[in-house]
């Protein structure tokens, strides 16, 4: 048996169980990121909250962007919006997926003095 947290005054036993992703779901990621072949480096500056997309400026600040505006900065990093023949989605679909996956954040706000990235 696990002992309680000295901090809390919750029992281990009837606190939330962990969620596992199940094996099917994990099987879908893998086949989707296989598909079709994708740098995600090109998108190391790009974060989704949900809402909004932010974007690093080459000032060093971040900013909200509208979703037309990452979609042509996705452009020019060479992701395309057309199906290839005998696939269901784009190259844009496909990063924007991942983006939306692997790039989440819980919010946005200013945080002053704080010497790092994120």
Not at 1 to 20: G, R
Request: proline share 6%; with cysteine; charged share 30%.
């Amino acid at each position: 048996m696990v002992e309680p947290d000295a901090h809390t005054d919750t029992d281990p036993e009837l606190s939330d169980p962990e969620v596992e992703t199940p094996a099917q779901e994990e099987d879908d990621d893998a086949s989707f990121g296989a598909s079709l072949k994708v740098d995600t480096s090109a998108v190391n500056d790009i974060y989704y909250d949900g809402r909004n997309y932010f974007m690093l400026g080459q000032d060093g600040l971040w900013r909200g962007e509208a979703s037309s505006v990452v979609t042509s900065c996705l452009k020019v990093r060479g992701f395309t919006d057309k199906t290839p023949k005998g696939m269901s989605f784009s190259r844009m679909d496909q990063i924007k997926e991942i983006i939306r996956k692997h790039r989440r954040v819980d919010g946005a706000a200013p945080y002053l003095y704080h010497p790092g990235e994120l």
